[in-house]
């Protein structure tokens, strides 16, 4: 019987991927879900879950535990029984934050991830072990950027990137002893088919400033590609990934490339365009689109800012800067080994111009929230 | 494509005035009338403003008008409109006494005396028709010379229009104004069909309304400006049938030095013409930036017979205007 031990699974993308490895089952297949609480939070957490998967061809448990603990934080028996049946691990825990500390980042990310290589390490069935990573581990790079081993020197602009660099590296590792597939993701966004997305976070702030006439510029190249992968190709792509198209101990960027991404300088445009046609309240504003500078100038722009301590564009700025400091170093994700993969899948993903409008389209209509 | 006007419409003279009296940045902290500290206000490139004091602004607008006449010797006799702009709204109506302000529920009349038709008695020029622009913020001159030149096409019958800017804050008025120091003063031109002088080749304006309430909608102005600052440029530019790598001298309002850095790498300009030597010294003359900065380039060099020139300035509003002029 095939067992599926999955981290993270709360997340915006582990969720989709329960979901799209659910459905993708076939025979006799369980999902074990690693969720954090206690067994009332647990309950809830796997309910919620399982109402999300829908149809799911396997059954779908959950066991309490949390992957900064040793042994994962599973009772003995249940880890026990984890080691003799468990066949593929997807590992998709992480503090996505990016204002913690380095101590912070490393204990979920890194330690996490030993714990998680820890419990493939000691299963009777070799499992294949899918880490899910971030394409930014690029970090201050810029250029295209291949899918290839990274280094853990840097620079990086958060103690996140650097926490996932060192845990690619200890994955990496891994790879002499175990079959394991690094999957890095680039700025995921809502579904391709209906824009739906867990968080309205990264991008979406920068839409909501926009919406609220509050986004003066951005930095970067109006022509360097932003890459924005929709949660729902992403989760079947790493679901395919890791089973027909497995190839163990290779690195592939799960996002978008730069041939089905905007520019930089057309996203805003089109998104405040979308704006306008769904809402005449924006419409009647007339809101500049912000412009496009460069790095410096909007360092500048922020050092004024903050030389003239507005409160409130200072904090919309703070906000923006998760995003923005990528925007400042350009590069270009290659997937060129993603697109080899995917061939014969079936999967297919719209450029960028396409389903644009749809991410935008749901954001309006949920007003960047989303229901409990 | 070009859009200029068949008909050459020039600026044959410019004049301005500041008042004489001067405050620093530290006198003005001193006496509660800037919000930012000193050494900020300074950071961002400003030292001294010009105070009217107990100067009216049609005092300072006939002192502008006093000044065009030295630099230029024109003929009023001329002049067969004036355009009276007045970028405060209370620059549009004579200051009444406070005891008539206190009577005016009973005697309402002191709010129909305007600055316009008393620059003219005192001028004595009974057949030059007045129009007072306002509303326009600080682009309120902008207005003139954007009226004054779609009329001069339109009426044969115009040869000579006066342009006149003059503004004052109230003596204990906050003079810090979106991180902007302001001073009080005046300026004037006329605009002239076939004069060869100042031929204005492009214009453009920009209004928002949105932003009608600068107070309330302060944060979203402030992030409205640069790329609605870039579009104004651009579409003046583009107006007069040339570039931006066209334009030899881009005379500002005085926004702060910082904006103008940042507003210059934005408009992919060199900074070094971005003429800024007088923000330090008098700070934003509210509507009559631009012409001061104009004569004052010209007389510096920075200014030469033939150079492609834009006038640029912001106002609450919001509005954003642009003016091409050839020297």
């Given at each position: 019987m095939e067992t599926i031990f999955i981290t993270g699974s709360h997340g915006i993308v582990g969720r989709e991927l329960v979901r799209s490895v659910a459905r993708a089952c076939t025979g006799r297949a369980r999902i074990v879900l690693l969720l954090r609480g206690d067994a009332l939070e647990v309950r809830a957490k796997l309910m919620r879950v399982r109402s999300h998967v829908g149809d799911a061809r396997c059954e779908i448990n959950a066991v309490p535990g949390d992957v900064?603990?040793?042994?994962?934080?599973?009772d003995e028996g249940t880890y026990e029984q984890l080691t003799r049946d468990v066949t593929m691990i997807l590992h998709a825990a992480a503090d996505t934050g990016f204002r913690q500390s380095r101590e912070d980042a490393g204990r979920v990310n890194v330690k996490g991830t030993a714990h998680v290589l820890e419990l493939a390490r000691l299963c009777v069935h070799n499992p294949r072990f899918g880490y899910l990573g971030t394409a930014f581990v690029a970090g201050g790079r810029t250029g295209e950027i291949a899918e290839d081993a990274c280094g853990v020197e840097g620079p990086f602009f958060t103690e996140y990137e650097r926490s996932k660099a060192f845990a690619e590296a200890l994955v990496r590792d891994a790879s002499r002893s175990l079959p394991v597939s690094i999957l890095r993701l680039g700025i995921v966004v809502g579904r391709q088919t209906d824009g739906v997305i867990g968080t309205f976070d990264g991008p979406y702030r920068v839409f909501k400033l926009a919406q609220h006439g509050l986004l003066a510029m951005l930095p970067g190249d109006p022509s360097q590609p932003v890459d924005f992968v929709p949660v729902d190709f992403a989760a079947d792509a790493i679901t395919w990934l890791m089973r027909d198209g497995f190839r163990a101990g290779e690195t592939f960027h799960v996002c978008a490339g730069p041939h089905r991404s905007l520019p930089l300088g057309a996203i805003m445009p089109l998104v405040m365009a979308r704006f306008a046609a769904l809402d005449p309240a924006f419409r009647a504003h007339g809101y500049p689109a912000p412009v496009v500078v460069t790095p410096e100038v909007f360092r500048d722009f922020v050092d004024t800012i903050e030389q003239v301590g507005n409160p409130r564009l200072r904090s919309v700025l703070e906000n923006l800067q998760t995003f923005t400091r990528h925007l400042s170093a350009p590069k270009r994700f290659s997937t060129a080994r993603l697109d080899r993969a995917l061939e014969g899948s079936g999967l297919s993903l719209q450029h960028a111009q396409d389903f644009l409008p749809t991410l935008v389209d749901h954001a309006v209509r949920a007003r960047f929230e989303v229901s409990a | 494509m070009a859009m200029t006007p068949a008909l050459a419409v020039g600026i044959q003279a410019l004049g301005y005035y500041l008042p004489p009296r001067t405050e620093t940045v530290e006198t003005l902290h001193a006496s509660g009338?800037?919000?930012?500290?000193p050494e900020q206000l300074r950071g961002l490139g400003y030292a001294e403003v010009h105070v009217a004091g107990s100067m009216t602004t049609v005092e300072m607008a006939r002192s502008a008008i006093a000044d065009l006449q030295r630099r230029s010797d024109v003929d009023l006799g001329r002049v067969s409109l004036i355009l009276y702009g007045g970028?405060?709204?209370?620059?549009s109506v004579i200051e009444v006494s406070a005891e008539q302000h206190a009577e005016l529920e009973r005697n309402p009349l002191p709010l129909f005396r305007f600055p316009g038709t008393r620059l003219q008695a005192e001028l004595g020029l009974p057949h030059a028709a007045v129009i007072g622009v306002s509303q326009l913020a600080c682009n309120a001159f902008h207005g003139c010379l954007r009226i004054a030149r779609a009329l001069l096409v339109a009426e044969p019958g115009l040869d000579s229009i006066l342009c006149v800017a003059a503004d004052k804050f109230p003596e204990?008025?906050?003079?810090?104004v979106v991180f902007n120091l302001m001073s009080d003063g005046a300026c004037a031109a006329i605009v002239r069909r076939d004069e060869p002088r100042g031929r204005i080749l492009g214009t453009s304006q920009i209004t928002r309304g949105t932003y009608w309430d600068g107070e309330s909608r302060h944060d979203a102005l402030v992030a409205a400006y640069f790329p609605l600052a870039r579009q104004a440029v651009y579409e003046a530019v583009a107006s007069a049938g040339l570039s931006i790598g066209d334009i030899h001298c881009f005379v500002p309002h005085n926004f702060s030095v910082r904006s103008w850095e940042i507003l210059s790498r934005i408009l992919e300009i060199d900074h070094a013409k971005v003429f800024l030597d007088n923000v330090a010294r008098i700070g934003h003359v509210v509507a009559s930036d631009n012409v001061i900065n104009y004569v004052d380039a010209v007389s510096r060099g920075r200014i030469r017979p033939g150079d492609k020139v834009a006038l640029f300035v912001t106002g609450f509003g919001a509005h954003f205007s642009c003016t091409i002029v050839e020297a």
């Amino acid at each position: 019987m095939e067992t599926i031990f999955i981290t993270g699974s709360h997340g915006i993308v582990g969720r989709e991927l329960v979901r799209s490895v659910a459905r993708a089952c076939t025979g006799r297949a369980r999902i074990v879900l690693l969720l954090r609480g206690d067994a009332l939070e647990v309950r809830a957490k796997l309910m919620r879950v399982r109402s999300h998967v829908g149809d799911a061809r396997c059954e779908i448990n959950a066991v309490p535990g949390d992957v900064t603990s040793p042994r994962l934080g599973i009772d003995e028996g249940t880890y026990e029984q984890l080691t003799r049946d468990v066949t593929m691990i997807l590992h998709a825990a992480a503090d996505t934050g990016f204002r913690q500390s380095r101590e912070d980042a490393g204990r979920v990310n890194v330690k996490g991830t030993a714990h998680v290589l820890e419990l493939a390490r000691l299963c009777v069935h070799n499992p294949r072990f899918g880490y899910l990573g971030t394409a930014f581990v690029a970090g201050g790079r810029t250029g295209e950027i291949a899918e290839d081993a990274c280094g853990v020197e840097g620079p990086f602009f958060t103690e996140y990137e650097r926490s996932k660099a060192f845990a690619e590296a200890l994955v990496r590792d891994a790879s002499r002893s175990l079959p394991v597939s690094i999957l890095r993701l680039g700025i995921v966004v809502g579904r391709q088919t209906d824009g739906v997305i867990g968080t309205f976070d990264g991008p979406y702030r920068v839409f909501k400033l926009a919406q609220h006439g509050l986004l003066a510029m951005l930095p970067g190249d109006p022509s360097q590609p932003v890459d924005f992968v929709p949660v729902d190709f992403a989760a079947d792509a790493i679901t395919w990934l890791m089973r027909d198209g497995f190839r163990a101990g290779e690195t592939f960027h799960v996002c978008a490339g730069p041939h089905r991404s905007l520019p930089l300088g057309a996203i805003m445009p089109l998104v405040m365009a979308r704006f306008a046609a769904l809402d005449p309240a924006f419409r009647a504003h007339g809101y500049p689109a912000p412009v496009v500078v460069t790095p410096e100038v909007f360092r500048d722009f922020v050092d004024t800012i903050e030389q003239v301590g507005n409160p409130r564009l200072r904090s919309v700025l703070e906000n923006l800067q998760t995003f923005t400091r990528h925007l400042s170093a350009p590069k270009r994700f290659s997937t060129a080994r993603l697109d080899r993969a995917l061939e014969g899948s079936g999967l297919s993903l719209q450029h960028a111009q396409d389903f644009l409008p749809t991410l935008v389209d749901h954001a309006v209509r949920a007003r960047f929230e989303v229901s409990a | 494509m070009a859009m200029t006007p068949a008909l050459a419409v020039g600026i044959q003279a410019l004049g301005y005035y500041l008042p004489p009296r001067t405050e620093t940045v530290e006198t003005l902290h001193a006496s509660g009338r800037t919000t930012t500290r000193p050494e900020q206000l300074r950071g961002l490139g400003y030292a001294e403003v010009h105070v009217a004091g107990s100067m009216t602004t049609v005092e300072m607008a006939r002192s502008a008008i006093a000044d065009l006449q030295r630099r230029s010797d024109v003929d009023l006799g001329r002049v067969s409109l004036i355009l009276y702009g007045g970028a405060l709204a209370t620059s549009s109506v004579i200051e009444v006494s406070a005891e008539q302000h206190a009577e005016l529920e009973r005697n309402p009349l002191p709010l129909f005396r305007f600055p316009g038709t008393r620059l003219q008695a005192e001028l004595g020029l009974p057949h030059a028709a007045v129009i007072g622009v306002s509303q326009l913020a600080c682009n309120a001159f902008h207005g003139c010379l954007r009226i004054a030149r779609a009329l001069l096409v339109a009426e044969p019958g115009l040869d000579s229009i006066l342009c006149v800017a003059a503004d004052k804050f109230p003596e204990h008025a906050n003079r810090e104004v979106v991180f902007n120091l302001m001073s009080d003063g005046a300026c004037a031109a006329i605009v002239r069909r076939d004069e060869p002088r100042g031929r204005i080749l492009g214009t453009s304006q920009i209004t928002r309304g949105t932003y009608w309430d600068g107070e309330s909608r302060h944060d979203a102005l402030v992030a409205a400006y640069f790329p609605l600052a870039r579009q104004a440029v651009y579409e003046a530019v583009a107006s007069a049938g040339l570039s931006i790598g066209d334009i030899h001298c881009f005379v500002p309002h005085n926004f702060s030095v910082r904006s103008w850095e940042i507003l210059s790498r934005i408009l992919e300009i060199d900074h070094a013409k971005v003429f800024l030597d007088n923000v330090a010294r008098i700070g934003h003359v509210v509507a009559s930036d631009n012409v001061i900065n104009y004569v004052d380039a010209v007389s510096r060099g920075r200014i030469r017979p033939g150079d492609k020139v834009a006038l640029f300035v912001t106002g609450f509003g919001a509005h954003f205007s642009c003016t091409i002029v050839e020297a």
